[in-house]
């Protein structure tokens, strides 16, 4: 490489197009700067700081939404492509995060636990989250992915002093090594057989999107390739908790604290959808194979999402199984996406419908649970509609649009994916959708049964104490904000999909 | 003006949202009346300047944009044409009288219950002014969500059951109807959920005739499944017997003919090449399974209000039989024994409900001569059985013989065995009437009434009663005043 290409290089950086990202990195230096400086009983501020420095980074993206001039356009390379679905994905990072600051605020109050880190892995995270989605070459998406993964490590064993949280970091660890290596794998096999210089087509940038691209259409049905592609995929499959490889998810699930819960819940999941939608065009030449593989992980995914939620009475194991049938529709999505690019906004509306939701049952749950925080059992809820309505009333709300149930706005989100899965003609997964969505309700409506319904107790035995009532932590003002937004957003945009739906279905 | 529908619509959402507020109950109590008057009062008003004249064209028509237009042509399209109008003003004034039974009732956590029964009042206007099928579809489901959790909260014996079952068969009814109506907006070709875009795409011959047959089946099952057709009809029973009174009077008296008017409105007109494979089957069921099977298992009731639920599922036999026939008079007495079966099932699970709190149970046999003790409870139940089996006078005694005479020509014998139903529903009427109201009083019911005695029907109970009795009274008196926009519509629409 000479000079001259070095030197152009370095000027296509363009470091102002991540300035989001180096926000947050640039935040969270701030805030371990903070705990040094600031005497220990000032250190309450920081999450505050921490809240309102991403508010701040969310407003200044919202101005530059749309007027930022790197839309549609390469920078560092070509490791990056700055697109509007980018851009979206950005927001929707942030949003995440900040709610799960505000809920690490509300569960780490009752943890003796160093406070300050759990934000400033969120903040890192969520940057590399950011760039994830934005990547446009295999290296990037690989570096991108192991600090996602790496920050995950750390903050699902966060509560260090409860044994079930330790399980679960060490069960995320291996299996989520095991996951990377599949993944690297994968791209090692692509990055093999598309530099190959002997090869048709070969590219002198086999790592970037682009030049798998152009191997792969000059070659589509190289054995290597297709390997390649099935690991790759498997190596997402883990991320999203996609069958066969969602062994993880009930276990890690339940061992992390609520707030890291929800983060992999949405943002995790988010993150590994954006990847695979990004991979799709490159993969394209192989459509068949794609189209296969997800088809059968996406059944799959529906069934045994749905049948293994219905015996649980763990909630948290509850939500990461229904979860895992979430992935299984959106699957459905990124399927009829390979046809149909309108696809693509629907999976994003439902990935915003499935925040909303997730975010306010997470956010009940945070309250809901004691000091044991990954023992909560539906059993905890009996009559919870009488002695916390604000908290029952959310919790009804997102679950029902969990479940996807009109007026709410899990229902437009289900809605759209399946009408793009009707339209890319996919009518057996459409089938195991709907019977998906039936098994649902019962599991869903179990759990508002629990919180609503009066239910039956055994009289107590002579001598026997009223058992001890788990204390539901009072809601503080920015959690009770954040409740109420996310529900009253689940209800309008179930009524009123306004801009939002007309903006990401317009492709 | 046209906001009006719009207007019926929102006003009992904005009071089911204002009793969220603080207030003091008799407020509040004011708030929800307003809130279930406000749709009645346009629904009659409407009625009242409805000009039948037009075919089926849709009078009252405004649309709204709510983001979904450019992508999938889904817009907040409202509007009544002859067939609507009618379930529109059923809707209403049932709904009122809900209302008002349920604003003197002494529900527990009565403003929370009052708020349920509004959003499920709102939906309800909306699912017979919408012209947009996709909203069509939203509207009942924003009408079926307050019903589950009526049944589960303020619901009687085996609530928790009874609402999880109820939960599961209508979402299934409700999925597969949603599945239908997605395929006729996708398979059409017309990109458009716009009820009368679709008959014009569709008119043109745009769907094959054997995809017509399987879209309509698919409807078919899951209208079938909403409206309690054999063999899916377990939940109805079950679930009216534990629904609180309001919430059942609603569901059975206007929720439940979503399904048989989603199937006039939407399905047959669409997919009248899809219909001929299915009526065969459709008239077996009507008449084997609704009418007469479960005719007899309502004549082995001994729980009243079992007994009206299981009535109602029968009496959708005939709707489906008139359905079978798709004729224009069979489809005309469909609608009118709709709005009929309507006013009639509510009227009758507000009196059930009457009737326990003087005599604190269900069971018939436990009850005897509550006449002499409450003679005008005793009136309102004799006329509204008498509705229910079908006397000339009544609303009821229209449709049906409506029915009959359509269905006589598509099959005499299935219209004969439907006819022989008449006389079952005399039989188990006339039995409940007799067991509740006259005979010797029983000992159970002696017990109760020597604790406290029954006292006959109050203001707050005599004036939601009064306003169905009347209903039923004007229908059956002067039938034309709703037959004329029907036929007028029917005859449009299903013209040959």
């Not at chain 1, 529906?302 to 299984?328: C, D, E, P």
């Not at chain 2, 001994?302 to 489809?331: E, W």
Request: one cysteine or more; a neutral charge.
């Amino acid at each position: 490489m000479t000079i001259d290409q070095l030197q152009a290089a370095a000027a296509n950086n363009l470091w102002a197009a991540i300035t989001p990202e180096i926000a947050l990195g640039v935040l969270a230096l701030l805030l371990l700067g903070l705990e040094m400086l600031l005497p220990k009983a000032r250190h309450a501020i920081i999450p505050a700081c921490a809240i309102a420095g991403q508010l701040g980074i969310l407003a200044a993206l919202a101005l530059n939404f749309t007027a930022t001039p790197y839309l549609d356009r390469d920078t560092f390379n070509g490791l990056l492509h700055h697109s509007r679905d980018g851009q979206y994905l950005r927001a929707f990072f942030l949003v995440s995060s900040i709610l799960v600051s505000i809920l690490g605020v509300v569960a780490l109050a009752r943890q003796k636990m160093p406070r300050v880190e759990f934000f400033h892995i969120v903040l890192v995270v969520t940057a590399a989250m950011m760039l994830l989605a934005q990547s446009a070459n295999f290296v990037l998406l690989f570096v991108a992915l192991e600090t996602i993964t790496v920050g995950f490590y750390i903050l699902v064993s966060y509560t260090r002093a409860n044994p079930l949280s330790l399980e679960a970091g060490l069960k995320y660890l291996v299996l989520g090594a095991l996951s990377s290596a599949i993944l690297l794998f994968g791209i090692v096999l692509l990055y093999g057989v598309s530099g190959n210089p002997n090869a048709l087509g070969s590219t002198d940038a086999p790592m970037s999107y682009a030049g798998v691209h152009q191997f792969l259409k000059a070659n589509p049905d190289n054995f290597l390739a297709s390997v390649g592609i099935v690991f790759v995929l498997a190596g997402i499959a883990f991320k999203i908790g996609a069958v066969p490889f969602q062994i993880w998810i009930p276990d890690v699930y339940q061992g992390a604290p609520t707030p890291v819960t929800a983060f992999l819940a949405v943002a995790s999941k988010a993150a590994g959808f954006a990847v695979l939608i990004g991979l799709l065009p490159v993969f394209q030449p192989y459509a068949g194979l794609v189209t296969t593989v997800l088809s059968i992980m996406a059944g799959a995914t529906i069934l045994f999402g749905n049948l293994a939620a219905l015996t649980q009475h763990n909630v948290k194991r509850l939500l990461g199984l229904s979860g895992v049938s979430h992935a299984g529709y959106l699957l459905m999505g990124v399927v009829a996406a390979q046809t149909l690019p309108q696809a693509v906004g629907a999976i994003y509306f439902y990935l915003f419908a499935y925040l909303l939701a997730s975010f306010a049952v997470f956010a009940v749950m945070t309250h809901v649970a004691g000091v044991n925080d990954a023992e909560q059992d539906l059993d905890h809820y009996a009559d919870f509609a009488k002695k916390r309505p604000y908290l029952a009333g959310v919790l009804a709300i997102g679950l029902g649009s969990l479940a996807g149930i009109p007026p709410l706005a899990g229902f437009m989100g289900k809605l759209l994916v399946f009408i793009a899965a009707f339209k890319a003609g996919l009518y057996p997964l459409l089938a195991i959708a709907i019977v998906g969505v039936v098994l649902s309700i019962y599991y869903y409506f179990g759990w508002i049964k629990a919180a609503y319904f009066s239910s039956w107790r055994p009289p107590l035995a002579p001598g026997e104490a009223e058992p001890a009532e788990a204390a539901v932590t009072p809601v503080g003002l920015s959690a009770g904000i954040a409740l109420g937004a996310l529900a009253v957003g689940s209800v309008v945009l179930g009524f009123f999909q306004g801009p939002i739906a007309t903006w990401l279905l317009s492709r | 003006m046209p906001d009006l529908l719009l207007l019926s619509i929102l006003a009992p959402l904005a009071a089911a949202l204002l009793l969220l507020v603080p207030a003091p109950l008799a407020a509040r109590k004011f708030i929800a009346g307003v809130g279930f008057a406000i749709p009645a009062l346009i629904a009659l008003y409407l009625w009242s300047q409805f000009n039948p004249t037009g075919g089926a064209s849709y009078h009252f028509v405004s649309r709204y944009d709510t983001g979904l237009k450019d992508a999938l042509g889904i817009t907040l399209y409202l509007g009544l044409n002859g067939i609507a109008l009618p379930l529109f003003v059923l809707a209403g004034v049932v709904g009122l009288a809900a209302g008002l039974y349920a604003i003197q009732s002494k529900a527990e956590r009565l403003p929370l219950y009052l708020g349920l029964l509004l959003v499920m009042q709102a939906g309800l206007m909306g699912v017979f002014a919408s012209m947009d099928v996709f909203f069509f579809y939203f509207f009942h489901e924003l009408a079926l969500i307050p019903t589950f959790i009526m049944v589960g909260v303020w619901g009687g014996r085996d609530r928790g059951y009874a609402a999880m079952k109820l939960t599961i068969y209508l979402t299934l009814g409700a999925m597969l109807s949603l599945i239908g109506l997605i395929a006729i907006y996708q398979q059409s070709g017309a990109e458009t959920f716009d009820l009368l875009a679709l008959r014009q795409e569709l008119a043109h011959g745009s769907l094959a005739a054997g995809e017509q047959k399987t879209i309509f089946g698919l409807l078919l099952v899951g209208f079938g499944i909403l409206v309690s057709l054999f063999p899916f009809h377990t939940w109805a029973p079950l679930g009216y017997g534990a629904a609180p009174s309001s919430a059942a009077m609603l569901h059975a008296g206007v929720l439940k003919k979503f399904g048989l008017y989603g199937l006039i409105q939407i399905a047959l007109p669409l997919l009248p090449e899809g219909v001929g494979h299915w009526v065969g089957w459709l008239a077996l069921l009507a008449v084997g399974g609704n009418v007469l099977y479960i005719g007899f298992v309502t004549i082995a009731q001994r729980d009243l209000k079992q007994m009206i639920g299981y009535s109602s599922v029968m009496h959708m036999g005939y709707a489906f039989l008139g359905i079978a026939a798709y004729n224009t008079i069979g489809l005309g007495g469909v609608v009118l024994m709709m709005v009929a079966h309507g006013l009639s099932v509510a009227l009758l699970f507000l009196l059930s409900t009457s009737i326990y709190h003087r005599t604190q149970t269900f069971d018939m046999d436990d009850m005897g001569g509550l006449a002499q003790k409450a003679p005008v409870l005793a009136a309102f139940f004799v006329t509204a059985t008498m509705a229910s089996i079908g006397l000339p006078g009544l609303a009821n005694f229209w449709g049906e013989l409506a029915i009959f005479v359509g269905a006589w020509k598509f099959s005499a014998v299935y219209t004969t065995l439907a006819v022989s139903g008449v006389i079952i529903s005399a039989v188990y009427g006339l039995r409940s009437v007799a067991r509740i109201f006259f005979g010797p009083v029983t000992p159970a019911f002696a017990k109760v009434s020597a604790e406290k005695a029954p006292a006959d029907l109050a203001w707050g109970e005599k004036m939601p009663a009064l306003l169905l009795l009347v209903a039923l009274l004007a229908i059956g008196f002067w039938p034309k005043s709703l037959s004329t926009p029907v036929d007028t519509a029917i005859t449009a629409t299903f013209r040959k």
